[in-house]
């Protein structure tokens, strides 16, 4: 199966049950998104898949930081992080306004290598980062409850592998949100995100 090429949005999409639809996926996965998909199997918890997904999706991706996402009625909570400095963690931003809202509205994987030139990314917010590019992945279906974004310091056009991987850990983080029945406050995560570069 080719690989789709990047073409200003991504459009392959790994939610099969069988991620990025190779056969040899499931026999010879990534360590990584392996045992996270573990954890969060076992995870009982909201509390305990955000801090799995902070606590492992940026090494899976090889990111400079990602961000954990919760719907929040009409916003975006960023309720943990785990970055090489300060994002959004513990703000809330309305849907409409931000490229994690945008995600989880459309139901839709968003690549965006350079942030300026995505009119669907506040830039402000940004620019007072050193991020650069970023892919945000919706979790949940047919209605997203939350998002994963990951970032990087420079422009990149990450890979199809690593767009599948985050996609695999997001398939992975919904089946343990249906499981666990996000409550409908998503502040009441408790916040245990260690300060930035921690």
Do not use: H, K
């Not at 509205?105 to 942030?115: F, Q, S």
């Amino acid at each position: 199966m080719a690989a789709p090429a990047y073409n200003g949005a991504w459009t392959g999409r790994c939610i099969s049950a069988n991620p990025c639809g190779m056969a040899d996926t499931l026999l010879r996965p990534d360590l990584g998104v392996a045992q996270a998909a573990g954890d969060l199997a076992a995870a009982g918890s909201l509390d305990a898949i955000v801090s799995i997904l902070r606590r492992t999706a940026r090494a899976i991706v090889g990111a400079d930081g990602i961000s954990v996402i919760l719907r929040e009625g009409d916003a975006s909570y960023y309720v943990a992080e785990d970055a090489i400095e300060p994002l959004w963690r513990g703000r809330r931003f309305p849907l409409t306004t931000c490229i994690s809202g945008w995600a989880m509205l459309n139901g839709e994987t968003v690549v965006v290598p350079d942030i300026e030139c995505d009119d669907r990314v506040p830039t402000a917010l940004y620019r007072v980062t050193s991020m650069r590019s970023l892919v945000m992945v919706p979790i949940g279906s047919p209605e997203a409850v939350a998002a994963l974004g990951a970032y990087w310091c420079t422009s990149v056009i990450p890979d199809d592998a690593t767009i599948c991987r985050l996609e695999a850990l997001a398939q992975r983080a919904a089946a343990a949100l249906a499981r666990v029945q996000v409550p409908t406050g998503a502040s009441q995560v408790r916040d245990a995100t260690p300060p930035a570069g921690a």
